[in-house]
């Protein structure tokens, strides 16, 4: 029974990859008497495999509030989540805001977040002098990463998001240099480390008793995984048709399990490519996994192949090789300390048979990515309302 009246906290989760990052928040703020967690989701992804088997898979209960928004463009994807999201924050009127990752969903409440004036202006829980109780805190999880590349629709929403945030929440130290050479107040930056490695721990007893291989006629140590959904990859005909006969030349000599993200069986089905892989030697293709099946299959792979940014991250912390099918990343650290590579489409095949051997390849987890995180964030939520930190 919570005795005080608690901080209002709502956790936005959108789309696929923020709920590994809310999950070990809520249940690590849920323990706390002062605390509120509310879970927002906003409903960019909505599919059963994309959305509801994660937050089962996961724990969580189901959203507290649901705005439904959808697919569409990205200027009606946002616009429709700031409409919905901004009526959300005039009637329950939380104390902070948090939002993951770098997802249309994530800018969009960012937005609606910082730019909201309550009526009459509230009691601020905390301590600090920013809103003043005229708007709630905005607090960013896995802020300052860059690609410096802003044709990706992600790097938009990074870059205006930290900008606007109260709190950046960083994973590693080049996430805090780019805020510092962006001019954001070093008194705003708190390094937590990778929340995605809560996730991971959090679930790996289920995931090591998960032989997901098994179902599917494979031997642990004898495939490659294959995740791809980025646009840059996957909405040019003449791009997809070169990586998938890359994966055909590869799936030939060691069989490629290759779970299909919605708009890549789209354009798949689009380009006649779904009915020249399903005929190809060594391909198994699945429909979206849930999250203990999806690392249970990367936890026994041989290498991974992937446009995914939490994919580079997860096999940098279990020492598997990951070929990253694009020119950059915004998560550096996979490469200089991590398991990953960058690599173009046309010289993908070479790539993976050169990676496959790998395993086993001396790497460095990044300091920080220990299951801990959630609790960093809590610790510094709770610096917040007792006025330690700056701000
Ligand atoms: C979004 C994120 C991306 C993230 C990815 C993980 C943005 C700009 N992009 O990309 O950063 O890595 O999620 O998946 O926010 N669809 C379904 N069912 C669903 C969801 C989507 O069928 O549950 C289809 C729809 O046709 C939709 C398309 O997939 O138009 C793309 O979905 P969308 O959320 O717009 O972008 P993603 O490519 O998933």
């Excluded at 969903?105 to 609606?112: D, K, R």
């Excluded at 490629?256 to 020249?276: A, C, D, Q, W």
Aim: aromatic content about 6%.
């Amino acid at each position: 029974m919570k005795s005080v009246t608690p901080i209002l906290i709502h956790l936005i989760a959108a789309a696929r990859p923020n709920f590994m990052k809310i999950a070990p928040l809520y249940h690590a703020l849920e323990k706390e008497e002062w605390a509120k967690p509310v879970i927002v989701h906003t409903g960019q992804h909505y599919d059963l495999n994309m959305s509801d088997a994660f937050f089962q898979d996961l724990y969580l209960p189901e959203p507290h509030i649901h705005l439904g928004v959808g697919s569409g463009t990205h200027a009606e994807q946002t616009g429709r989540v700031m409409m919905a999201y901004e009526k959300v924050l005039l009637e329950t009127k939380p104390d902070m805001v948090i939002v993951v990752g770098d997802v249309n969903s994530t800018l969009a409440c960012t937005l609606a977040t910082t730019k909201i004036s309550y009526d009459p202006i509230q009691n601020s829980k905390f301590k600090i002098q920013n809103c003043g109780g005229r708007r709630p805190l905005l607090a960013h999880l896995e802020a300052g990463l860059r690609s410096f590349d802003r044709s990706m629709p992600e790097e938009i929403n990074r870059i205006v998001t930290d900008s606007l945030a109260d709190i950046l929440w960083t994973p590693s130290p080049d996430a805090d240099q780019n805020l510092l050479h962006e001019g954001i107040d070093p008194s705003k930056i708190v390094r937590v480390g990778n929340i995605m490695i809560d996730s991971l721990e959090m679930m790996r007893s289920k995931i090591e008793k998960t032989v997901a291989y098994e179902g599917i006629g494979l031997q642990p140590g004898e495939y490659g995984l294959v995740t791809l959904h980025r646009p840059s990859n996957v909405d040019d005909a003449g791009v997809l048709d070169s990586i998938c006969q890359a994966l055909k030349r590869t799936a030939r000599k060691i069989p490629i399990v290759f779970p299909l993200h919605p708009r890549t069986r789209k354009n798949l089905e689009r380009n006649g490519l779904m009915s020249f892989l399903k005929n190809a030697e060594g391909f198994v293709l699945l429909e979206p996994l849930n999250y203990v099946r999806f690392m249970s299959l990367v936890f026994n792979c041989r290498f991974v192949v992937t446009d995914s940014g939490g994919i580079q991250e997860e096999t940098t912390y279990l020492g598997i090789p990951c070929v990253t099918l694009r020119s950059n990343t915004e998560r550096p650290v996979t490469i200089t300390q991590g398991t990953n590579m960058l690599c173009k489409p046309e010289d993908l095949a070479r790539t993976i048979e050169g990676s496959m051997p790998r395993k086993g390849k001396q790497h460095i987890v990044p300091d920080l990515w220990d299951g801990e995180t959630a609790k960093r964030v809590v610790k510094s939520i709770r610096s917040l309302r007792d006025g330690r930190c700056a701000l």
